[in-house]
């Protein structure tokens, strides 16, 4: 079962961090499959590191390398390493389809089944209600 690792830090400067976050010196990535760094659209210095592994166990050894290390400890602005696993999706795979009465304005349609949903009345036959 693949798990996973999601770190946000206020860097202050980017460019200064990135070069140190490619050394990985506590090894934190060494089991990786896969790594993203995210930077904020808004503040570049904000980033969001995604880490996948193939086990929760390899997830869990790279995020205790990670505190043990105290690569975090300077920055003061952080959140994580949060060790994740898969959720289950709350995703349809295609479109529903809303159908009204003839005469009927498609927005009411809408407005009936949303409100439906609100109340719980088709959350049992696996419709997500958005």
């Not at 003839?102 to 958005?130: A, D, E, F, I, Q």
Request: positive net charge; contains cysteine.
């Amino acid at each position: 079962m693949s798990a996973y690792i999601i770190t946000r830090i206020q860097v202050g400067d980017y460019d200064a961090w990135r070069p140190m976050f490619d050394q990985d010196l506590p090894r934190a990535r060494e089991k990786a499959t896969r790594q993203r760094v995210f930077r904020s659209a808004d503040d570049p210095n904000h980033v969001f590191i995604y880490l996948e592994f193939a086990s929760l166990e390899d997830a869990r050894t790279a995020g205790r390398r990670l505190l043990d290390s105290g690569v975090l400890d300077r920055f003061s602005d952080k959140h994580g390493p949060n060790v994740l696993l898969r959720g289950v999706p709350i995703y349809v795979s295609r479109p529903l389809q809303i159908a009204h009465e003839p005469g009927g304005s498609l927005n009411s349609t809408r407005h009936h089944l949303l409100k439906r949903c609100w109340h719980g009345r088709y959350g049992s036959v696996g419709v997500m209600c958005v």
